[in-house]
Every structure is written in structure tokens, then in C-alpha cells.
T-cell receptor, first 114, second 112 residues
Framework: DAGITQSPRYKITETGRQVTLMCHQT?????MFWYRQDLGHGLRLIYY???????DKGEVPDGYVVSRSKTENFPLTLESATRSQTSVYFC?????????????FGPGTRLTVT | QKEVEQNSGPLSVPEGAIASLNCTYS??????FFWYRQYSGKSPELIMF????GDKEDGRFTAQLNKASQYVSLLIRDSQPSDSATYLC????????????FGKGTHLIIQP
């Protein structure tokens, strides 16, 4: 049972390039999330999705695009990468049950923008 | 702005002692509270969650919630060197399943 996977695990790209980070979960969770983690800021929510074709902005959405055509996949695209987007990106998923839910994280993608 | 505050540490605790980690949050509408453990270079791992005032115990871990004081804590009994990690406090945003707000984490060091 793979759970939640992310690819690539490491990526180096140049300023201005488009890059897509992939996230795939095998639990059939309805909810999926993208966070970035930076020293001094902790984990911050970029985008989230409640179901296929339903997405919404989080705390730091600028410069990012998401889509969710299938329940199990939630790709994150940086349309024109900037150095400030150098970070570790985590995907997470959860299944809401009443007023409680627990989020489980993927292994992360370390992105460097040069 | 919703905030979650943690002492960044490092918090140094002798092996076998109780480690006490604290967290305060600003949004009174927060409904769910989580503790994640994160080893260096790894992803956050959920270790405890609590939704009601009081204590919740799971093995060596106890989570404590006081909504009136907007305070969450995590106790680790019989601390082991393998407990050395960064512990992240997270709360759900009041609207429900729309993401977690995280504190910046407390770095815990268990001294053998």
C-alpha cells in the first residue's frame, strides 16, 4: 500500500521555467492539499481540493496553479518559477468524517530554482 | 490572521524524563488539533490528534487541550533518543476541511 507519493523527489529548475510537481494517493481520500515548508515560516497551505474539479486557494497561492481531474491525483504547477519558490513541497490527503479529519503527508519534493 | 505559536527550542530533555511541548492558537473557532513529528529531511508524521477539552493518551504520548485558554500541549513520557525531532502543532481552520495552520515547530533533543 503506497499511500501517498510525490514526484519528482528532487528538482532543479531555472527561473522562468514551468515545472509541475505530482502527487498521487491510493486511499481514495476526498481531500488533498499542497503545502510548502520554508525555514522561518513553517508549513504554509498553497492550495487544497475537496474533490475532483473542486479546488480553492490557501494562504500562499500566488504563482501556483492546481488541477484535479481525478480523485487520486493533484498536480501543482509553477507557471514561471522564481527563486522565492525554492522550497520543500508537501502534498497531503485526508478523508473528512464529521468535524474531524487527519491529514497524511507525502514524502515531499525539494525544489531549487536557480 | 490566524496564528499558531510554539517555542522553537531547542528543548533538551534527559532520556527517560517527560518532555512537555506547548502550543497556543489565536482562532477561537478552531475545531481540531494535531501534533506532527518531523525528522530532519522527512515529511511530517501524525502522532496525536484531539478534538475535545481534556487529555487524550496514546502509549507514551498525551495530548492536552484547553479551548478556554487556547492552549494545546503534548507530553512524551519515558523520552527516548528516537523522540528527538521537530514537533509541529497544527489546528484546523474554522471553516472545516480547508487545510491546517501550523506552528513553526519545537526542536526536541533527548539526551542519552
Amino acid at each position: 500500500d503506497a499511500g501517498i507519493t510525490q514526484s519528482p523527489r528532487y528538482k532543479i529548475t531555472e527561473t522562468g521555467r514551468q515545472v509541475t510537481l505530482m502527487c498521487h494517493q491510493t486511499w481514495s481520500h476526498s481531500y488533498m492539499f499542497w503545502y510548502r515548508q520554508d525555514l522561518g515560516h513553517g508549513l504554509r497551505l498553497i492550495y487544497y481540493s475537496a474533490a475532483a474539479d473542486i479546488t480553492d486557494k490557501g494562504e500562499v497561492p500566488d504563482g501556483y496553479v492546481v488541477s484535479r481531474s481525478k480523485t487520486e491525483n493533484f498536480p501543482l504547477t509553477l507557471e514561471s518559477a522564481t527563486r522565492s519558490q525554492t522550497s520543500v513541497y508537501f502534498c497531503a490527503s485526508s478523508e473528512l468524517a464529521g468535524r474531524r479529519y487527519e491529514q497524511y503527508f507525502g514524502p515531499g519534493t525539494r525544489l531549487t530554482v536557480t | 490572521q490566524k496564528e499558531v505559536e510554539q517555542n522553537s527550542g531547542p528543548l533538551s530533555v534527559p532520556e527517560g524524563a517527560i518532555a512537555s511541548l506547548n502550543c497556543t492558537y489565536s482562532d477561537r473557532g478552531s475545531q481540531s488539533f494535531f501534533w506532527y513529528r518531523q525528522y530532519s529531511g522527512k515529511s511530517p508524521e501524525l502522532i496525536m490528534f484531539i478534538y475535545s477539552n481534556g487529555d487524550k493518551e496514546d502509549g507514551r504520548f498525551t495530548a492536552q487541550l484547553n479551548k478556554a485558554s487556547q492552549y494545546v500541549s503534548l507530553l512524551i513520557r519515558d523520552s527516548q533518543p528516537s523522540d528527538s525531532a521537530t514537533y509541529l502543532c497544527a489546528v484546523n481552520r474554522a471553516r472545516g476541511a480547508d487545510g491546517l495552520t501550523f506552528g513553526k515547530g519545537t526542536h526536541l533533543i533527548i539526551q542519552p
